[in-house]
């Protein structure tokens, strides 16, 4: 054995989800050296598969810059060691070093036995607390927290390709195009929803003002009335048009069914923001019956909660507006809680701040007409999402219809 070499091992759907091949990929792009010393290839679908390399660096660093490379792609060490703790010397600050969290399910090695990081989320540190583990973002970071260190004694659980079959990740291969029939994507699509919600799975939409502007509110509007949508994630942009174009008919002034401008309609959504600040709150606008339809009447309505973030740019903003952002960001992180599939329609900023709260293994469908958006998210870490590049005022009454053939 070389002086500067590591046995490790990694094991899963090691062939069909491509773990092995990144692993020797980062090797090789790394100038490192391997050699297979055991490899068990599952026989049958739902086997798992079993590898053990030998990795040879130039010098201890180069081999540690290669061991921490492939270890966020799922390989371990062959002798396991226990993670390394440090007191965080103060609220927000982390020690140096800290272990920085990607997306994918992760496991640390702590009192001789692997438990799970709990609430995991891409860029955060794991804070350690008894036999228990924590993702935890640097503003929820308190003096003297037990915080991980190093690379050591963590483990990455990669993703792997879905198994289920037939569903619109597997038909669309997982990339973002436009070149694709469309309405064979919303069928895809609706098909998707219906089964999540056959198995109690939750499912969040992350909304923009664009689903009121391109006509798409009614369909929003449908799924969350017939019991498919368990939360609304959006700023204040959706809610004030959705309200605006709920009591008089124009989103930022223009008539949503012909496009045209209305009289005066320029102040439309300040008359629908104002509205909201005379009932009090988007609740009780319902319950006056002043707010007789949308997606925030629905979202009211039947009990689906919502959270709204502010900007510095929002227009009132509404009083239900969360305007602290690590509080809004705290509640949507409470919204997305054991969410099954995210629905990012139209906005970039939310979207890109709710794929970095979730783990890797939520389905993420991002619909949005630029590809730039859908790439952006996709590049900042949530590359498990399948990107469609299309009018959602088109695609999302057609994944509506869809599900109501299924009723």
């Known amino acids: ?52 390399l030998l990795v040879k660096g130039k010098n201890q660093k180069h081999l540690d810059e290669i061991l921490q490379t492939i270890y966020r792609e799922g390989a371990v060490s062959k002798v396991q060691k226990e993670i390394t703790l440090k007191k965080s010397p103060k609220n927000y600050v982390m020690p140096d070093n800290f272990y920085s969290t990607t997306n994918n399910h992760t496991q640390v090695f702590h009192k001789g036995k692997w438990i799970q990081v709990e609430n995991m989320m891409m860029d955060k540190c794991i804070v350690v607390k008894g036999n228990r583990a924590f993702c935890v973002p640097v503003r929820d970071v308190k ?21 289920e079959g037939s569903n619109v990740f597997e038909f669309m291969g997982s990339s973002s195009s436009s070149e694709r029939p469309t309405q064979h994507i919303a069928k ?13 799975g939750k499912i969040v939409i992350v909304g923009g003002p664009a689903i009121v502007h391109t006509g798409a509110s009614d369909a929003v509007s449908e799924l969350i009335r017939s019991g498919y949508i368990d939360g609304v994630l959006a700023g204040n942009a959706l809610a004030v048009h959705d309200i605006e174009y709920a009591t008089i008919g124009t989103s930022l002034g223009m008539n949503v069914h012909d496009a045209t401008l209305a009289y005066h309609g320029h102040r439309n959504h300040m008359d629908a923001i104002n509205s909201v600040f005379k009932a009090g709150s988007i609740a009780n606008m319902v319950k006056t019956k002043k707010l007789t339809k949308g997606i925030m009447y629905e979202c009211v309505k039947n ?15 509404l009083p239900d507006v969360i305007t602290d952002v690590a509080q809004a960001q705290r509640e949507y992180k409470k919204v997305l809680k054991d969410a099954k599939m995210v629905i990012m329609i139209s906005t970039m900023l939310h979207s890109i701040a709710t794929g970095n709260m979730l783990p890797a ?16 998210l996709m590049d900042r870490g949530t590359w498990q999402a399948l990107g469609i590049v299309s009018d959602v005022g088109a695609f999302l009454p057609m994944v509506a219809q869809q599900i109501r053939k299924k009723k």
Do not use: C, W
């Open 361 to 376: 293994n939520v389905k993420v469908i991002v619909v949005d007409i630029n590809q730039p958006t859908v790439t952006k």
């Open 1 to 52: 054995m070389s002086k500067f070499s590591q046995e490790i091992e990694v094991s899963g759907h090691l062939i069909d989800s491509l773990i092995l091949t990144k692993i020797f990929d980062k090797i090789m792009d790394l100038q490192g050296e391997f050699q297979v010393q055991e490899i068990n290839i599952g026989k049958r679908k739902k086997d798992q598969s079993y590898a053990r």
């Open 303 to 317: 009990k689906v909660p919502f959270v709204l973030a502010g900007s510095i740019r929002d227009d009132g903003p």
């Open 188 to 200: 895809k699509v609706a098909d998707d929803i219906y089964n999540t919600k056959k198995k109690d």
């Open 143 to 163: 003096k003297g927290d037990q915080i991980i260190v190093g690379e050591g004694g963590v483990k990455i659980n990669p993703p792997e390709r879905p198994r």
